[in-house]
């Protein structure tokens, strides 16, 4: 891209001009480089390719061939580009643990991803999110047992240990999706919550998933502690109690208990409300 461009100075990822001064690069390997032009930047090239060197790809996670790429991008755009790396390593370890766990114990049962992270340009939504949450039908995973659905999974990743934590976090907006979810699709949720840490490979970094731990709704919501703004931010989030979390590996027993029935019964008595 040369500065003649009229995209020069510009969010790559904003669809429309949106002025944004500051190169941000990122490591990523050839076809990867070629799925953010495409699908994130709106075909707008890296302003510069640095040379080819062996590091972890910041969007694949993949140890490979990868180089230096800039583009100008605003600061909410570019933290949404670096999440994706987690997001897909958060998604590949629930993948995982069911492919050693739960496959071979429970094979009628099958882990669908519904909602696969998009690598999408930035595009402003049209509902409030309130509105939307009550239109969505999907969460992050589906399982079913020869194609009848059970329940669905919502997943949530970051750097903590639950053990650790003083409270969970989660937006109000996520509660409310899974809350719509829910009630639209008559179907049960966990959630999970994948640990993520950085492993530096300077300057490459990956991201490596290192513990899963799981709640059912109802238990989730019981545990709420308050309804709070977020510190610095204007996005309301609920507290919760963490021990409402279980290990990964009492999950098994829960499938083989069919606890998810058990957690349908308490959502249609008491059906959850949105925040
Ligand atoms: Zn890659
Ligand atoms: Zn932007």
């Known amino acids: 891209m040369a500065d003649s461009d009229p995209f020069w100075e510009a969010c790559a990822r904003h669809t429309s001009r949106h002025t944004a001064r500051t190169e941000r690069s990122i490591y990523v390997c050839d076809d990867c480089c070629g799925r953010l032009q495409r699908e994130a930047f709106n075909d707008r090239p890296p302003l510069h390719h640095g040379a080819e060197f062996q590091g972890f790809c910041g969007l694949c996670n993949e140890r490979t061939r990868v180089r230096v790429r800039l583009w100008f991008a605003c600061a909410p755009c570019w933290s949404m580009v670096l999440s994706y790396q987690k997001n897909f390593a958060a998604a590949k370890a629930v993948h995982d643990y069911w492919e050693k766990t739960v496959r071979p114990a429970l094979p009628n049962l099958r882990l669908i991803e519904t909602e696969e992270t998009e690598v999408r340009p930035y595009a402003r939504s049209k509902l409030t999110k309130k509105l939307a949450a009550a239109e969505l039908t999907v969460l ?136």
Request: proline share 7%; aromatic share 10%; hydrophobic share 35%.
């Open 140 to 275: 992050d995973f589906m399982v079913d047992e020869n194609g009848n659905p059970l329940f669905h999974i919502e997943l949530k990743s970051g750097p903590g240990i639950i053990d650790e934590m003083r409270e969970f976090q989660l937006d109000i907006n996520d509660s409310n999706d899974i809350i719509g979810v829910v009630n639209k699709t008559g179907l049960p949720a966990y959630i999970f919550h994948v640990q993520l840490r950085s492993v530096f490979e300077p300057p490459t970094r990956s991201t490596q998933a290192v513990n899963i731990w799981w709640t059912d709704l109802p238990t989730f919501l019981a545990s709420l502690r308050k309804i709070a703004r977020r510190r610095g931010e204007d996005k309301q989030a609920g507290y919760y109690d963490p021990r409402c979390f279980r290990p990964i590996d009492q999950f098994l027993d829960e499938l083989r208990a069919r606890g998810y029935e058990r957690m349908s019964e308490e959502l249609r008595r008491n059906r959850p409300e949105m925040s």
